[in-house]
C-alpha cells in the first residue's frame, strides 16, 4: 500500500529565505506526483504536475523535483514571502489502470515571517 | 472561467439524519472524486467516478453513497449521519490519469 510521509510537519522561516520542502513514497511505481498548497479554511489549488516520467518542474519561484527511484520529491520556493505561508500538501496517483486516485501526504504547515 | 462549487459550504445535522453534499463542475471532466480531511489523517479518498453511471469505493466508504447520473454532478450522501463523520469534505475533478485534479472548496460538516 503506498504511503506517502511529509517532514517536518511544520516549518517557519524569515522572509525571503529560500526553502525546500519533503516528500516521500513508499512505492516508487507512481504515474505522477502533485504538489498543492492549501490556504486556512480553503480548498486545494494545484502548484505543480510531474509526470513519472520528468525530474522536474518550474512555476515561477517554485520547483518541483522527482527521484522516482529513491521515492522522494522536493519543493523548492525561492525569495519567500508572507503570502506563501499555507500548508503545502504532495499526492502520488498509483500507475494502475484506471487507478487516478491520489493518495496524500499530511502536509507541511509553511509560516514566513516578515 | 470553468470551475467546481460545493454546497453547502457549512451544515450541521443531527447523529441519524440523511445527509447530501454537492457537487457540481463545469469543466466537463469525466473523473470525479469525493475526500474527506481530517487532523492526523490527510484526504482521503471516499467515492470516485469515471463517468456517468460509473462508481466505485475508496478507502473510507462505510457511510456513504454517490450517483452520477450526469457528467455535471457527483452528490455524496451520508445514509444516516455518524459523529465520526465530523470533517471537511472535498470534491475533485480531472480529465485523466495525466492531467491534475480541481477541487472544489470544501463543506464543512458537523454531526451532533
Known amino acids: 500500500k503506498q504511503e506517502v510521509t511529509q517532514i517536518p510537519a511544520a516549518l517557519s522561516v524569515p522572509e525571503g529565505e529560500n526553502l525546500v520542502l519533503n516528500c516521500s513514497f513508499t512505492?516508487?511505481?507512481?504515474?505522477?506526483l502533485q504538489w498543492f498548497r492549501q490556504d486556512p479554511g480553503k480548498g486545494l489549488t494545484s502548484l505543480l504536475l510531474i509526470q513519472s516520467s520528468q525530474r522536474e518542474q518550474t512555476s515561477g519561484r517554485l520547483n518541483a523535483s522527482l527521484d522516482k527511484s529513491s521515492g522522494r520529491s522536493t519543493l523548492y520556493i525561492a525569495a519567500s514571502q508572507p503570502g506563501d505561508s499555507a500548508t503545502y500538501l504532495c499526492a502520488v496517483r498509483p500507475p494502475s489502470q484506471g487507478a487516478q486516485k491520489l493518495v496524500f501526504g499530511q502536509g507541511t504547515r509553511l509560516t514566513i515571517n516578515p | 472561467d470553468a470551475e467546481i462549487t460545493q454546497s453547502p459550504r457549512h451544515k450541521i445535522t443531527e447523529t441519524g439524519r440523511q445527509v447530501t453534499l454537492a457537487c457540481h463542475q463545469t469543466w466537463n471532466h469525466n473523473n470525479m472524486f469525493w475526500y474527506r480531511q481530517d487532523l492526523g489523517h490527510g484526504l482521503r479518498l471516499i467515492h470516485y467516478?469515471?463517468?456517468?453511471?460509473?462508481?466505485n469505493k475508496g478507502e473510507v466508504s462505510d457511510g456513504y453513497s454517490v450517483s452520477r447520473s450526469n457528467t455535471e454532478d457527483l452528490p455524496l450522501t451520508l445514509e444516516s449521519a455518524a459523529s465520526s463523520q465530523t470533517s471537511v469534505y472535498f470534491c475533485?475533478?480531472?480529465?485523466?490519469?495525466?492531467?491534475?485534479?480541481?477541487f472544489g472548496p470544501g463543506t464543512r460538516l458537523t454531526v451532533l
Open positions: 467516478s469515471y463517468g456517468v453511471q460509473d462508481t
Open positions: 475533485a475533478s480531472s480529465e485523466s490519469p495525466a492531467d491534475t485534479q480541481y
Open positions: 512505492d516508487s511505481a507512481i504515474y505522477n
